[in-house]
């Protein structure tokens, strides 16, 4: 059974960072790309930052580029996001999903077939 478990939500002011954690089991991480997703209040839900299981290719969106790091530790099959320089704007609940690729290529995109349940994410202006 695949499990996506995420941590680390909270509040934090504008101009904070916050680290999110992405605990997986139940595939070979290697063959997925594992991403994580937010979706604000009365918004769709986007792609922030997706990373392959195997080669550790990313893909930031535009809103996040310099400001967010995606980076794994395969040896726990565990996915980060580190956060700096938030801004009320990033305020949502953030899912981490995961898709077979194969290990080929990084989409990131909202057809990821396993899903987490969210953790909130509230940056205080």
């Known amino acids: 059974e695949v499990q996506l478990v995420e941590s680390g939500g909270g509040l934090v002011q504008a101009g904070g960072s916050l680290r999110l954690s992405c605990a997986a089991s139940?595939?070979?991480?290697?063959?997925?790309?594992i991403g994580w997703f937010r979706q604000a209040p009365g918004k769709e839900r986007e792609g922030v930052s997706c990373?392959?299981?195997?080669?550790?290719?990313?893909y930031y969106a535009n809103s996040v580029k310099g400001r967010f790091t995606i980076s794994s530790d395969n040896a726990k099959n565990t996915v980060y996001l580190q956060m700096n320089s938030l801004k009320p704007e990033d305020t949502a609940v953030y899912y981490c999903?995961?898709?077979?690729?194969?290990?080929?290529?990084?989409?990131?995109?909202?057809?990821?077939?396993?899903w987490g349940k969210g953790t909130l994410v509230t940056v205080s202006s």
């Open positions: 999903a995961a898709d077979y690729t194969g290990g080929v290529g990084v989409p990131c995109y909202d057809g990821f077939y396993y």
């Open positions: 139940g595939f070979t991480f290697d063959d997925y790309a």
């Open positions: 990373i392959s299981g195997r080669s550790s290719s990313t």
